[in-house]
């Protein structure tokens, strides 16, 4: 199979002599050098930008609106070609290139990386196609029972063999009679059965706009116990509001700045605000990353392409692509009534761009003013990445309470920094220009205080999240303190509860020190004038200011208490404290400062504690962890998200309770069903058997009437029922060998058993009834099938099974009760008043001939047959009393613990957690916990106090 091309646009190719030809894009192969057409096209191909840049629309694939810029491949680097870490020069399949821009009489070029099934686009359909198989316990105990059931067929079909055997018949009727108990014992309906429920909830999640690619993830939704939650965009509002900005002024940070207009029009804060973005013109309009748009119409400025002007543009030659200058020196210009050239005071060139990184948790820009000798670049980012670059003297000595004081309360904290570059640097020499040069010695200029509010649905999602005991962990991007308050305001972290950061540092060469974690209380943070070095990218291996144990020593109030930390504290944590994992991670609420591989990473560690995961993002950077999860629930309508197994269509988490809903209901049908096709499989099985034995057998019609009208309507019908409008907070049983269900089937299927014995039993002690009159003739005519034996068990048999139907179609807490599903209900009174017509009544003889039923319209035996109508209400009233009152019941599932001597569950996580809730002297806070060796990752630990005194804590 071959992913085809989407564009029928030829490209031209650079042939070996130095010319071009054109090519289709099927032709094109890795390694090809082809044109950027200059006005645009879908890309057919994964290819790397060497020469010029390009506007790239990538919403297919990442759900953002905003185009990107794509910058060439630097030729003078000596670094491997990686796709993920070069993503920013790679044009993706799929992705539509609006603009193309270049020097002056030069081409923009492309290198072909990956084509077909290679590109990222062909991942993509490649994961849809074959999806993770997922081992979800029902899936395998259900082959497993299905074993048990052809064990039980072979052992019928060797019973039914020597009946026959002894009673004479002819090899051929044995082996036919033989095969029959396969099909009647492993029905071929099982596995399209096995579906209906699935199929009716996946209809319902279609209607409130919410798609499913993986039908098979419905069930294993009904099993989920943790949920990590994107911030931005998803338990958040998608776009930031500027609060204002703070200034450094004479290394300190003043109060904040709501109104840009009282700073002076050059300064630098200012004029990186205007320019250190990766906004495009586009059809005469603004486009870009909604933060930046955002910032850039806070600054009151104009956005001008040269190329798209009238204006002489010769100040800044062909090489500057965009400028950017004041609104207010325009306005003057025209009051005065004189016109200003493009390169007049005030306008700023932007020369090149380093397009944001969420890896490197930045992004930058060169530079240039007609008055100025020198290029001037601009960094923002991360406030903790933007300090670690910037020169220590330039770093505001109030920086961390600053920082600390705003992100604590919620607020998207930006940090902004500038250097002037070397006045030797010429215009030609920017291609070269590498990132790192950019991006270091910095001088701090100020924060940007951002606001992102949080979602009305988030708080109410969140508690019934919680109150259904599923976890709920946040992994984000952005500030870990601003996660916190997030996490505070939505209820993820309750009321009273504390937060304790983990800040894992690695070892330090220098001071020969080992890797160590520090145990920070949020709540001892916040009234510090410190911040948690859990932001920081130092890699001091201290404290950043002396504390004693007696001030920052708490005891928490177990088990009320989370972790937070960042991804950076995370890598070492893996490395360094393996063993520590599993108990931060099942405390663990708040992830922070994670990278899109962090985040699938997290998602694999709780998979790896048996944790039924989900994930809910609505970007790009989620979709490696949408796919990792169980059920991946994508917010976005990107086709990179589509490979989740869930996308909504409504970018609010309201979607998430729905799902979980579907999918317990869903998984409580498909229990319900299974039993039943296996508990009807038993009843034909004992029937037919006791009438082998009889040397009769069921009516052509009367397999009819058991397979295509009963079970056929009962099996479609049953999954019908909505599901419970709450959720509860113990989930539906995940496998058909729990003991409950092996309890409820065995019963059953003695109920089932019993009362077919007592009803041919019955019928033998009449004194009207005779045995079954034997006579020689063709062997398929040997056996009679109009007489009371058969008669009897069929009718027994349809009775059986729509009491097995209403038994198995369970109500709350999963699925609504049985009278909700009015069709349902209604199939099994019809059927069960049709089934007792035939019972007590002659509704005529063509009816009864059809059916093959006896016909004595001199004797009906009106007795008997309400006697055998009594022995069906007994038989519904055992059924429903073994159900009700025994299996669903609390004291009969701790009964059966206690009979298999089992405690507590061995599900790893929980294990963990009461392990945590044993251990008082867990976490450490105020301490810090060295690893005794670094190198070894099953090393253990030693806690020491903040005087450095030794202090031995059970990890």
Known sequence: MVLKSTTSEKFQVLLDNGEFAERSPDSLVPGDVIVIPKHGCLMPCDAALIEGNCIVNEGVLTGESAPVTKVPLNGQDAE??????????????????????FYEGARVLAVVCQTGFYTVKGDLVRSILFPKPIGFKFYRDALRLVGVMAVIAALGMAYSTYIYWKHGEGIGLMILRALDLITIVVPPALPAALTVGIVYSQRRLKKVGIFCISPSRINVCGKIKLVCFDKTGTLTEEGLDLMGVIPAVDGDLGPMVANLADLERQDPLLVGMASCHSLTMIDGKLNGDPLDLKLFEATDWVFCEP??????????????????????????????????????????????????????????????????????????????????????????????????????????????????????????????????????????????????????????????????????????????????????????????????????????????????????????ASSSSDVSLAESDGSSSTPSRAISANEYLITMDRPKYHFAMTGRSFSVLLQHFPELVPKIMVRGTIFARFSPEQKTQLVEKYIDLEYITGMVGDGANDCGALKAAHAGISLSEAEASVASPFTSSRNTIECVPTVIKEGRCALVTSFGIFKYMALYSMVQFVAVLILYEKRTILADMHFLYLDMVITTIVAVLMGYTKPYDRLVSHRPHGSLMAPSMIVSIFSQMIIVVGFQTMAIHFLQHQSWYSPISLYDGPEDEREKVVNWEATLLFLVAAFQDLILA??????????????????????????????????????????????????????????????????????????????????????????????????????????????????????????????????????????????????????
């Not at 491997?80 to 821009?101: A, N, P």
């Not at 894992?504 to 080992?514: A, G």
């Not at 009015?822 to 099994?828: C, D, E, S």
């Open 806 to 955: 209403f038994v198995f179609s369970k109500g709350p807490p999963y699925r609504k009760r049985i009278y909700t599903n009015v069709v349902f209900l209604a199939a099994i009174l019809v059927l069960a008043f049709l089934t007792g017509t035939l019972l007590l009544y002659s509704p005529g003889k063509w009816l009864e001939d059809l059916m093959k039923v006896v016909h004595n319209p001199e004797d009906s035996h009106l007795s008997f047959r309400l006697a055998i109508l009594g022995l069906m209400a007994a038989n519904l009233f055992a059924a429903v009393a073994v159900e009700e009152l025994i299996v669903d019941r609390v004291w009969f599932k701790r009964v059966l613990k206690t009979i298999r001597r089992k405690k507590h569950s061995k599900s790893a996580f929980k294990m963990v957690r009461r392990q945590l809730d044993k251990e008082i002297q867990f976490p450490p806070v105020g301490r810090t916990t060295y690893a005794k060796d670094a190198d070894d990752a099953a090393s253990s630990v030693v806690a020491v106090d903040a005087k450095g005194g030794p202090d031995s804590t059970n990890l």
């Open 307 to 524: 190329r798209q002007d009238d204006g002489d543009s010769g100040a800044f030659d062909s090489l500057i692509p965009t400028t950017v200058f004041p609104k207010k020196r325009v306005e003057m210009n025209l009051r005065d009534g004189f016109e200003k050239e493009e390169g007049s005071d005030g306008h700023v060139g932007i020369v090149k761009q380093f397009p944001f990184s969420s890896g490197l948790q930045r992004m930058a820009v060169v530079t240039r003013a007609p008055d100025d000798n020198c290029f001037t670049a601009f960094v923002k980012g991360s406030p903790e990445k933007i300090v670690s670059l910037s020169r220590p003297d330039s770093v505001p000595l109030n920086f961390h309470k600053t920082l600390h004081f705003y992100a604590h309360q919620g607020f998207r904290v930006i940090a902004m920094g500038y250097r002037k570059l070397d006045p030797k640097l010429a215009f030609h020499q920017m291609a070269r220009l590498k990132r790192e040069a950019v991006e270091s010695e910095l001088t701090f200029i100020g924060l940007l205080i951002m606001r992102n509010n949080l979602k009305p649905e988030s708080a109410q999602v969140i508690g019934d999240l919680i109150a259904s005991d599923i976890k709920t962990v946040m992994v984000t991007g952005d500030n870990m303190l601003t996660a916190i308050s997030v996490g505070h305001d939505c209820g993820m972290i309750p009321k009273g509860d504390e937060v304790v950061i983990v800040d894992v540092l690695p070892p330090d060469e220098r001071t020969s020190s080992l890797a160590h974690i520090l145990w920070r209380s949020n709540d001892l």
């Open 80 to 101: 491997i070609f990686s796709g993920e870490e070069h993503k920013r020069h790679i044009l993706f399949h799929g992705t539509t290139v609006i603009q193309t821009r």
